[in-house]
Each structure stands twice: as C-alpha cells, then as structure tokens.
C-alpha cells in the first residue's frame, strides 16, 4: 500500500537555524498538508497546498514558515529561524480528493529545538 | 470556532471488553467527520471517516462509529478490545470538504488491562 514517506525521523537543530522537513507524498495525490503536534497537545494543522499555492494557512504559519513542491514528488516545510517553541512532531499529509477523499499522514519528523 | 470535544483523556478496559471512546463536534452544518488512531511513536492511521449517508460507519480492526446530528457526536466503538488497541484516538473533523484542514481533538489514550 502506497504511504507518505518523511525525512529525517528525528532533527535537532540549535534555536536561530533554519531546518528543512521533506516528505513524499503519495503519488498520485494533489492536495499535500503539514501538521504539528507539540508534546502532549493535539495535532495542529499548519498549512495546505494545491495547485503550487498555498491553500490555506493556520495561525501558525507565520512568515517563519515556507512550503514548496520543488520537483513534483517531495514537498517541503522550511523554518527560518528555529525557535525553541517550534520543537514539536511535524506530520505530512497528503489527499487524492475525488478518490479516496482521506488525508493519509506520514509518520512524523520529531523536531527538537535546543 | 469549530471544535472537536474529547471528554476522556485517558480510559482503561479489560482485553475482551466491549470499549465507547466519545467525541462532540460544534459546528452548525454537518462536517467530515475522522477518527485517527496514533500508536506510541508512530503516525497517525485512519480508523473510519464519516461523510454522509448511512450514520453507522464500520473502519479498519473491527472499529464502527455512529453519526448523531442530534447530539453532534461521533463515538467510537469496538465490541471487543485487544492488547494491541492500546493507542491514542483522535476524533477529528474537516469543515468544508475532506479537502480542507483536519480539526482533530485533544485524544484519548487507551490502556488495556490484561
């Protein structure tokens, strides 16, 4: 069964410095999503996209926060400026509307902001 | 706001127990409406997904759940839980499409007691 594959499972980064989350999503889906879930709390949508553009954002995803689709298979989320309170598990998530209608999740990239 | 309501934070039932995880929504209007199933260190997986019809959806592992307009929720159940059921549950709802942003609620853990 095809799955949304993310890399790396675990980053550390030091607070000030930009990291940059891969994910692969399925491949015949459009519509691709990042998530957040900070321990112990709910998932927490950050941003989707569709058609190359951002779809909707949260809160969240402030100007700290990118996205981008560079090769037509992986879709990135780039933070800038690292800071402590983005230390967190990222999920991506990706959709074939029209088919299965189901945003299947990745397993996560727990980032860890010291 | 839209919100997803998960009373129970943490259950404990017996293996061979029938379970009843609960969940409201408040929204007007009905939504899509998710539960997601997220093992210790894992991602999330969908359990069954609600968009219309039929109010009593069966999921993947022997999980059905029942749509409730009256009473805006949508709970979980299992006739029979395993060890393996041990879990957190999210009850999730998407507003407009399954194509928009996922609300998920707080969880609920799941101990089973051998």
């Known amino acids: 069964e095809p799955e949304v594959t993310q890399t790396p499972s675990h980053q550390v980064t030091q607070m000030g410095q930009e990291v940059i989350l891969r994910c692969v999503p399925i491949s015949n889906h459009l519509y691709f999503y990042w998530y957040r879930q900070i321990l112990g709390q709910k998932v927490e949508f950050l941003v989707s996209?569709?058609?190359?553009?951002?779809?909707?954002k949260s809160e969240i995803f402030d100007d700290q926060f990118s996205v981008e689709r560079p090769d037509g298979s992986n879709f990135t989320l780039k933070i800038r400026s690292t800071k402590l309170e983005d230390s967190a598990m990222y999920f991506c998530?990706?959709?074939?509307?029209?088919?299965?209608?189901?945003?299947?999740f990745g397993p996560g990239t727990r980032l860890t902001v010291l | 706001a839209q919100s997803v309501t998960q009373p129970d934070i943490h259950i404990t039932v017996s293996e061979g127990a029938s379970l009843e995880l609960r969940c409201n929504y408040s929204?007007?209007?009905?939504?899509?409406l998710f539960w997601y199933v997220q093992s210790p260190g894992q991602g999330l997986q969908l359990l069954l997904k609600y968009f219309s019809g039929d109010t009593l959806v069966q999921g993947i592992k022997g999980f059905e759940a029942e749509f409730k307009r009256s009473q805006s929720s949508f709970n979980l159940r299992k006739p029979s839980v395993h060890w393996s059921d041990a879990a957190e549950y999210f009850c999730?709802?998407?507003?407009?499409?399954?194509?928009?942003?996922?609300?998920f609620g707080s969880g609920t853990r799941l101990s089973i007691r051998p």
């Open positions: 996209f569709y058609n190359n553009e951002i779809s909707e």
């Open positions: 929204y007007g209007a009905t939504p899509y």
């Open positions: 999730a709802v998407a507003r407009y499409s399954s194509a928009s942003k996922i609300i």
């Open positions: 998530a990706s959709m074939d509307r029209g088919g299965t209608d189901t945003q299947y």
